[in-house]
């Protein structure tokens, strides 16, 4: 199970890094980047823990307050389907957040 969180984490941080845009990665520090991208997993977990439909995350996410700019919005779609795709059971136990950072930084 962690070796495919792993594997499945790793692909999607990379999906993400390439569809920000060049501006938003330009400004930030790897690490910032990584953060911010964290940010995006964990608001996507925590909203489908909530209970949101997976086709309305990305405007549930985006009228609440979040950490990050503008320019990392384009990575909520392409994360959520990752997450939802875990057994619901993880998302109670496992902080995807913290492998996504770790996995980010390891780019």
């Known amino acids: 199970m962690i070796r495919m969180l792993t594997i499945a984490t790793f692909a999607t941080a990379t999906l993400t890094a390439a569809v920000l845009s060049t501006a938003a990665l330009a400004a930030d520090t790897k690490e910032q980047s990584c953060a911010y991208q964290a940010a ?3 608001a ?16 549930a996410i985006l009228q609440a ?3 990050w700019p503008d320019g990392y ?6 994360i959520a389907p990752w997450v939802y ?3 619901h059971r993880d998302l109670r136990n496992k902080d995807f957040s913290a492998a996504w950072s770790e996995l980010c930084l390891q780019q």
Do not use: M, T
């Not at 996507?44 to 405007?59: F, H, I, K, T």
């Open 40 to 42: 995006i997993v964990s």
């Open 85 to 87: 795709e875990q057994k």
């Open 65 to 67: 307050e979040h950490s």
């Open 44 to 59: 996507v977990q925590g909203a489908r823990l909530d209970g949101v439909n997976e086709q309305a995350v990305p405007a």
């Open 73 to 78: 919005d384009a990575a909520i779609p392409i």
